[in-house]
């Protein structure tokens, strides 16, 4: 099976190793991404003022490129994401265009396309749960990740807006829950697994990242969990390199390390942890991984 | 603007913009401050949320261009799916910030901007940061 992909502004550059261990870990599950032709940026946020127009220009572009490669022959009708903010973003778009026909009609012209708001866009979890089947997963692992406290966190960006984005119920929801369980790892209910990690606001108020880093941390170390893991470059981010900064600030912070889920899959699934690249984040996740006897 | 504008009508085009780049019917809001209770800024911000929606109401222009929270608004969307009338706030935010950039009121000066924190941060935040606070 060959799915399109699109890897946006992040995955090939500072999250290589989310892309990697995504894309070696769909090999080992029986699909292939096929990183789409020719893309631009999505913009990295959906628009959300009216008049802003031109911000669905960039997402558009990346839907035309990406229904070529899903009308070739011997690919799916889809195309995958790793980021949450892509992901959100692409699907956002098509919903945009679907409420108001006039804006698909002004960006085609703009663009001097003809899209048709029909690139269906997935996220890599939903792929895993729908294509390939929990279940499938689930045999296919060779080292089951027993007694890792394992936090999910999903932030802000594959939940909201629930109705245009549709990915889970954004007061409970369980794709990253049922995931994680497939994996064998103990899985750690949180009260901040859905609030934000300080987003963008990391170019220009570092404090107010901090603060929102050192709440969901916190909420995540007092819930019990080892581990916290993401499908956001940007939240592994602001929630790692934040935890130096909060430690000297909050004498109370335990550190925690974060990681993107497709790490802790290919774990499961077998692969090397050397090429995982766990020495880029601020927090070692090595130490524990070792402690709990996974490698 | 014109600088012989009335005051009055210089604050309904203000409140008249912001309605029409947010799409917001503020009249919907009943102040149940639902959105502040959910916002993770709500403490850093002069204005939070439900304040905001209010002033709009009120029509008071002035103290809302003088108002800095959207500039700590993380675009989280906590507000609008915690809202019981299917309001937006961060729709509003986000028009406040966008109309203190176009009308040179504020903005992030690209020579202000950390060096070191852009060289290794995700390129998405630099993308995102551009797109939010610079013209
Ligand atoms: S949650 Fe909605 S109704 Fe309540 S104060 Fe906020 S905007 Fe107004
Ligand atoms: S989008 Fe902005 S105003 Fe709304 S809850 Fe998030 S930070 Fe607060």
Same mark, same amino acid.
Request: aromatic share 10%; hydrophobic share 35%.
């Given at each position: ?9 992040? $995955? ?71 980021? *949450? ?73 594959? $939940? ?9 119920? %954004? ?22 697994? *859905? ?47 934040? %935890? ?6 909050? *004498?109370? @912070? ?8 497709? %790490? $802790?899959?290919?774990? @499961? ?18 130490? $524990?991984?070792? @402690?709990?006897?996974?490698? | ?38 916002? #993770? ?42 809202? #019981? ?49 610079? #013209?």
């Amino acid at each position: 099976m060959k799915i399109p992909y699109y890897p946006g502004c992040t $995955l090939s550059t500072t999250a290589k190793a989310f892309e990697r261990t995504a894309m070696s870990a769909a090999e080992m599950l029986g699909f292939t991404m096929v990183e789409i032709e020719d893309w631009n940026c999505c913009g990295a946020s959906f628009p959300l003022t009216q008049d802003n127009i031109m911000g669905l220009a960039g997402p558009t572009n990346v839907l035309i490129d990406a229904k070529k490669e899903c009308l070739k022959e011997g690919y799916e009708d889809k195309v995958v994401t790793l980021c *949450s903010v892509c992901f959100n973003v692409l699907r956002r778009t098509n919903y945009a265009f679907k409420e108001k026909k006039d804006k698909l009609d002004t960006v085609n012209f703009m663009l001097e396309k003809d899209y048709a708001a029909d690139t269906n866009v997935y996220h890599y979890l939903e792929v895993l749960r729908d294509d390939i089947g929990y279940d499938v997963i689930k045999e296919k692992v060779k080292k089951e990740l027993k007694g890792l406290k394992v936090a999910p966190y999903y932030g802000c960006f594959l $939940l909201r807006p629930q109705d245009e984005v549709g990915f889970d119920d %954004q007061y409970a929801p369980t794709i990253f829950e049922d995931f994680l369980s497939t994996l064998g790892c103990e899985v750690v209910d949180f009260s901040h697994k *859905s609030e934000c990690c300080g987003s963008y606001s990391a170019m220009r108020s570092p404090e107010n990242v901090e603060e929102c880093a050192y709440n969901v941390v916190d909420a995540a170390a007092a819930a019990g969990a080892e581990i916290l893991v993401t499908a956001c470059p940007l939240c592994q981010f602001n929630l790692d390199e934040k %935890q130096e900064s909060i430690k000297a600030h909050h *004498s109370d @912070a335990t550190e925690i390390p974060v990681v993107y889920f497709t %790490q $802790l899959l290919g774990l @499961a699934l077998g692969m090397d942890v050397n090429d995982f690249k766990l020495d880029e984040n601020r927090v070692n996740p090595l130490p $524990l991984i070792q @402690a709990k006897g996974l490698v | 603007m014109h600088a012989h504008d009335s005051h009055e009508v210089e604050v309904d085009e203000f409140i008249e913009n912001i309605t029409k780049m947010s799409g917001e019917d503020f009249s919907l809001c009943y102040q149940c401050g639902k959105c502040t209770a959910g916002c #993770p800024m709500a403490d850093v911000m002069d204005f939070p949320p439900t304040l905001v929606m209010r002033y709009m109401q009120m029509g008071l222009s002035e103290e809302l261009k003088k108002a800095t929270s959207r500039w700590d608004c993380v675009g989280c969307l906590v507000c609008g799916s915690r809202c #019981p009338k299917f309001c937006n706030p961060a729709k509003v935010m986000e028009s406040l910030r966008l109309d203190d950039i176009k009308s040179g009121r504020r903005q992030e000066e690209i020579e202000a901007l950390p060096v070191n924190f852009l060289k290794k941060a995700p390129q998405q935040a630099i993308v995102s940061g551009f797109r939010k606070y610079v #013209p």
